[in-house]
């Protein structure tokens, strides 16, 4: 069981910036790769950025060049910058984490989100 617990969420005004954190608990032996992803009212949650390494990155192209991902151990970032009313959404954290090291297959687990607001 995995436990993800973000933070940083509120409200920026268009042009400015905020760092999300998202932490990992409970009982289980690795964690794989960590993520975000964001679903805003209307609209498909979509990805934003994907980590497994600091060379193995991946990010959504509405992001590309103002956002950055990193990870400390079972902590995952985002770094948002020239946050624009259009990332307005709910940031969900996701983490595909292995149980035991007998079984090896990965199972993603989801935080509850943090609300973003970029408005004046």
């Known amino acids: 069981q995995v436990q993800l617990v973000e933070s940083g969420g509120g409200l920026v005004q268009p042009g400015g910036s905020l760092r999300l954190s998202c932490a990992a608990s409970g009982v289980f032996f690795s964690i794989k790769a960590m993520g975000w992803y964001r679903q805003a009212p209307g609209k498909q949650r979509e990805l934003v950025a994907t980590i497994k390494s600091p060379s193995s990155t991946e990010y959504g192209d509405p992001v590309k060049g103002r956002f950055t991902i990193s990870r400390d151990k079972n902590t995952v970032y985002l770094q948002m910058s020239s946050l624009s009313p259009e990332d307005t959404a709910v940031y969900y954290c996701?983490?595909?984490?292995?149980?035991?090291?007998?079984?090896?297959?990965?199972?993603?687990?989801w935080g509850q989100g943090t609300q973003v607001t970029v408005s004046s």
């Open positions: 996701n983490a595909a984490a292995t149980l035991s090291s007998l079984n090896r297959l990965p199972k993603n687990y």
